[in-house]
């Protein structure tokens, strides 16, 4: 297909605000950990180490990965509790890191997307992400939107899921709202032994008897979610994904059943999608490219200079990394 068309076809599929999905590719780029990187800081632990089954676990990571790995090798629960701590330190470190560089200048182009998005009536942003990290309520401060995560109050923060009340007086007030749905949980949330729920942002450790309110990789992310804030906090994300006319995928694999159900429904009924990614998962060729869907596009890297796209029956090859959302965002 000719880039003319292509660019066309991207317009049609963008022309009304789109729900946003972060992924992990989304963050990496400035300076937030993969999965390998987890595993290595996850292997260095004292408590982990001596788990019976630490061995395995190692062997397990550098074949399956860290989630197929802690799935599938037996654990005691202290250490699953001494991994979350690791990955919230790990994350929750890279996150600062980035924060203290950059106090002033969040990521541009996540604040040119939201500036972008949040144009057209009715000035609101709905973003649904699996990372913890605090990028995208960094860039919704510098558009100068009202962020609504689930959380209220400036400091110490309370939970106050959205209510029919709440939603009409932001809605009345015409304030810009970025609503961010963290399915998997935030560095800012955390739950004390009482069970109270509570939020504190830019926080540099786990304080005192907190437990911080983050979901691990690994098959216990699919029985936490039962419980508050998550609960909701999927509740609305699937309301959203329902809502939405499209999607715009950065960085998302298309690996988390927390996500995908309402998403895959809602393109399989002609809503269309547009992908960013480094490298294609399998599941994501699996559940867009291969899966009879009609309207999508996605921009994947080809070499140093060309970005492959594949579209519903083809796929071109172009010049230029459109795959980056930087490099992106000037073409839409």
Same mark, same amino acid.
């Given at each position: 297909?000719e880039?003319?068309? *292509?660019l066309?076809i991207?317009?049609?599929?963008l022309?009304?605000?789109?729900?946003?999905v972060?992924?992990?590719g989304?963050?990496?780029p400035y300076?937030?950990p993969?999965m390998?990187?987890?595993a290595?800081?996850?292997k260095?632990s004292?408590?982990?180490i001596?788990?019976?089954n630490y061995?395995?676990l *190692?062997?397990a990571?550098?074949?399956l990965?860290l989630e197929g790995?802690?799935?599938?090798?037996?654990?005691l629960?202290?250490?699953l509790?001494e991994i979350?701590?690791v990955v919230?330190?790990?994350?929750?470190?890279s996150?600062?890191?980035? @924060?203290?560089s950059n106090p002033?200048?969040?990521p541009?182009?996540? &604040?040119?997307l939201?500036?972008k998005v949040?144009?057209p009536t009715?000035?609101?942003v709905? $973003?649904v992400t699996?990372n913890?990290?605090?990028?995208?309520?960094y860039?919704?401060?510098?558009?100068?939107a009202?962020?609504v995560?689930g959380?209220?109050?400036?400091?110490?923060k309370?939970l106050?899921?959205?209510?029919?009340q709440?939603?009409m007086?932001?809605?009345?007030?015409r304030e810009?709202? &970025?609503d $961010?749905?963290? &399915?998997?949980?935030?560095?800012?949330? @955390?739950i004390?032994?009482?069970?109270?729920v509570?939020?504190?942002?830019?926080?540099?450790?786990?304080?005192?008897?907190l437990?911080?309110?983050?979901i691990p990789?690994?098959k216990?992310?699919?029985?936490a979610?039962?419980?508050e804030?998550?609960r909701?906090v $999927?509740?609305e994300?699937?309301?959203?994904f329902v809502q939405?006319g499209?999607?715009l *995928?950065i960085g998302y694999?298309f690996?988390?059943?927390?996500?995908?159900p309402?998403?895959?429904?809602q393109?399989?009924?002609?809503k269309?999608?547009?992908?960013l990614a480094r490298?294609?998962t399998?599941a994501?060729r699996k559940? $867009?490219?291969d899966a009879?869907i009609?309207?999508?596009l996605? @921009?994947?890297?080809a070499?140093?200079?060309?970005?492959k796209?594949?579209g519903?029956?083809?796929?071109?090859t172009y010049d230029s990394q459109y795959?980056?959302?930087?490099n @992106?965002?000037?073409?839409?």
């Amino acid at each position: 297909m000719e880039w003319n068309g *292509c660019l066309s076809i991207l317009q049609g599929y963008l022309e009304n605000s789109p729900l946003i999905v972060l992924g992990s590719g989304a963050s990496m780029p400035y300076g937030l950990p993969s999965m390998g990187t987890l595993a290595e800081e996850i292997k260095k632990s004292d408590s982990v180490i001596s788990d019976p089954n630490y061995s395995a676990l *190692c062997t397990a990571m550098d074949s399956l990965g860290l989630e197929g790995a802690i799935d599938s090798v037996a654990l005691l629960p202290q250490t699953l509790s001494e991994i979350r701590r690791v990955v919230w330190k790990t994350v929750n470190e890279s996150d600062l890191s980035y @924060f203290d560089s950059n106090p002033t200048t969040p990521p541009q182009a996540l &604040v040119e997307l939201l500036h972008k998005v949040l144009a057209p009536t009715p000035n609101k942003v709905v $973003i649904v992400t699996t990372n913890y990290d605090r990028l995208a309520e960094y860039s919704a401060d510098q558009a100068g939107a009202t962020t609504v995560t689930g959380f209220e109050g400036c400091l110490i923060k309370k939970l106050e899921l959205p209510n029919s009340q709440l939603k009409m007086r932001r809605t009345r007030a015409r304030e810009r709202i &970025v609503d $961010i749905w963290k &399915v998997h949980g935030s560095l800012d949330w @955390f739950i004390t032994p009482d069970g109270t729920v509570t939020s504190f942002p830019l926080i540099r450790s786990i304080p005192g008897t907190l437990q911080p309110l983050i979901i691990p990789p690994g098959k216990e992310k699919y029985s936490a979610t039962h419980d508050e804030p998550y609960r909701t906090v $999927i509740a609305e994300a699937d309301n959203a994904f329902v809502q939405a006319g499209a999607y715009l *995928c950065i960085g998302y694999g298309f690996n988390d059943e927390h996500i995908q159900p309402k998403l895959l429904a809602q393109i399989s009924k002609g809503k269309p999608i547009v992908v960013l990614a480094r490298t294609m998962t399998s599941a994501c060729r699996k559940h $867009i490219v291969d899966a009879g869907i009609n309207k999508f596009l996605v @921009f994947e890297y080809a070499d140093e200079m060309h970005t492959k796209v594949y579209g519903n029956g083809w796929e071109e090859t172009y010049d230029s990394q459109y795959w980056l959302l930087d490099n @992106f965002l000037k073409i839409w």
